[in-house]
């Protein structure tokens, strides 16, 4: 740690102690040529977001891993690359926003279909087919009905208005 009002390398501790809060430790310093004293924090700092899996693991927040899924629903779509930067900038910032630095996958899920839901409905049901596993056609079925039910409401009110 360099001394802030000399800048020498050499300081020596002088006390520890936790902060007030516990998420902390304040270290009073002493910088060995000068002997000025000044008070330093160190808190933890997560390196990056981390992942708890359906499984129980928990893993690094890959960004490509959010990319390629979201590029494997819309393949063969009109969605263009900046789109899907955009989405994976979007996504990762909400994330990073959070308090809490390990987020479930199940949360990216939800934002990854939240999202495509409102950007290109075929992407949306290729990703939540793979994303909620569906088993049985009745499953897919079921998640297609209520997309093609909010295209027609949102139709008719459209309509409706004019």
Known sequence: MNCPDCGNERTRVVDTGTSA????????????????RFTTYERPEWESLQVKKRDG??????????????????????VTETTVTALVDGIESELQDREARIVASSLIGELVSENLRTLDKVAYIRFVSVYKAFSEPQEFLRELDAVLDAELDDFEASHSSQ
């Open 21 to 36: 809060d516990g998420t902390s430790v304040r270290r009073r310093r002493e910088c060995q040529r000068c002997s000025f």
């Open 57 to 78: 693991t928990i893993e690094s927040f890959d960004r490509q891993k959010l990319r390629a899924g979201i590029e494997r629903a819309v393949e063969k779509r009109n």
